[in-house]
């Protein structure tokens, strides 16, 4: 069994079935996927998804939160947090992959779809049959989702969608798109199942990324999309229910980055137990261990930080405020001991053979994503002061 840094034996707090989950995650990922990451990563080749998603499915590792009656694994959100930090000790792409499936597409359609919906849907997303993404970034709109400009008129029994969607993670090769989209009539946003074959309906690939290089992303054009109103998400009206989705994409990051940040421990350790300069390993030396220890201390905290969470999760009491501080948390940690990590490989830290240069690469994406640091420190300045420093009225046109 490969083992990985438990400071405080977190491990002790999981269930059975948690750690039977976590670790064939780990030992399925450590096999055949982990050796294939590095050239991918180099060559900007996006890893093949819809093979590595059926794999996925069939470990039980997508939307592992939503009830089996869909198909879907009926587990717990800890043993999804479980997930994403481990496919994220390989790299952040594969967590995006499933924290996208998982809480921007299936969360979606199982919380504010129809029962048709659901069964349409839900299973083949598990089994990784199909692929999906997430359309709420548009080109001028980020952190800023209410001011969305992409429109949706209704047309008798359909509707007709206009606009642009930009870094979408999976954007490039999905089979459908939660859509959000500002009806012109009655000025609401709302949620939509859009499918590739729809008429409108384009993706293009974005390129020359210097971080989550193993992944796809791309944009989304939606000219005269024509769609069904079966595939509008009743549930799915005003900005609280696509936030509600990013809150758990930002969970499955929380989780994420500590796996990044366990790894790039674990490798920066084994290198300085048998590295030697001045003719002692560099683990010998005073400043290296206290690199060492500060990043232990950091991941141990973001880990009993993640289990916590999980279990207010699991008990349906986490707050956004709760798993904003956690994503904020987490990512910092995470980019904290990437940087340290490349640091303490010297000249190999530059090198991909070793993984600490791609996840400090990688993590500045997930810095920005599902809100950026400075939005997260403002919602939790928010729930502190009741003062909301990010209101529209405030900037200046």
Not at 28 to 45: C, G, N, Q, S, T
Not at 112 to 135: D, N, V
Not at 277 to 292: D, E, H, N, R, T
Request: proline content about 4%; some cysteine; overall charge neutral.
């Amino acid at each position: 069994m490969i083992r990985a840094v438990d400071f405080y034996n977190i491990d002790e707090l999981l269930t059975d079935e948690e750690r039977l989950v976590r670790n064939s995650v780990r030992e399925f990922l450590e096999k055949e996927i982990k050796p294939l990451v590095a050239d991918a990563w180099h060559e900007e080749r996006p890893l093949n998804f819809r093979e590595i998603g059926k794999k996925f499915g069939q470990l039980g590792m997508l939307g592992p939160f939503i009830p089996e009656e869909y198909g879907c694994p009926g587990a717990t959100y800890t043993i999804f947090g479980l997930v994403c930090q481990e496919v994220e000790r390989v790299d952040s792409a594969l967590r995006s992959f499933v924290a996208v499936t998982s809480g921007l597409v299936m969360f979606p359609i199982w919380k504010y779809g129809t029962e048709e919906q659901k069964k349409k849907y839900l299973p083949k997303l598990a089994r990784g049959e199909l692929i999906g993404c997430f359309g709420m970034t548009e080109p001028d709109v980020g952190s800023d989702p209410g001011s969305m400009k992409t429109s949706a008129r209704k047309n008798g029994d359909e509707w007709i969608i206009n606009g642009t969607k930009t870094w979408i993670t999976e954007g490039d090769l999905a089979d459908i798109a939660i859509i959000w989209a500002r009806d012109v009539e009655d000025k609401k946003i709302k949620g939509f199942i859009v499918e590739k074959e729809m008429e409108g309906f384009h993706q293009y690939a974005i390129t020359k990324k210097g971080s989550m290089r193993a992944g796809g992303v791309g944009e989304i054009g939606l000219v005269n999309c024509k769609v069904p109103e079966e595939n509008r998400l009743p549930g799915a009206v005003g900005l609280r229910p696509g936030l509600s989705c990013l809150d758990q994409a930002r969970y499955g990051i929380a989780w994420g980055s500590i796996g990044a940040a366990m790894d790039c421990f674990e490798t920066a350790l084994n290198y300085v137990k048998e590295r030697k300069q001045f003719g002692s390993p560099l683990a010998a030396y005073q400043l290296v261990q206290a690199k060492l220890v500060n990043m232990l201390t950091e991941i141990t905290k973001g880990q009993l930080l993640n289990w916590r969470l999980g279990r207010l999760m699991d008990e349906g009491k986490a707050t956004p405020e709760q798993i904003s501080l956690a994503k904020r948390n987490n990512v910092r940690v995470a980019r904290f001991c990437a940087r340290k990590a490349r640091e303490m490989l010297g000249a190999n830290g530059i090198s991909l053979d070793y993984s600490p240069i791609r996840h400090m690469a990688n993590i500045e994406s997930v810095y920005t994503y599902e809100g950026t640091d400075d939005i997260h420190t403002l919602i939790l300045g928010r729930a502190l002061t009741g003062i909301q420093a990010f209101r529209r009225e405030l900037i200046v046109k």
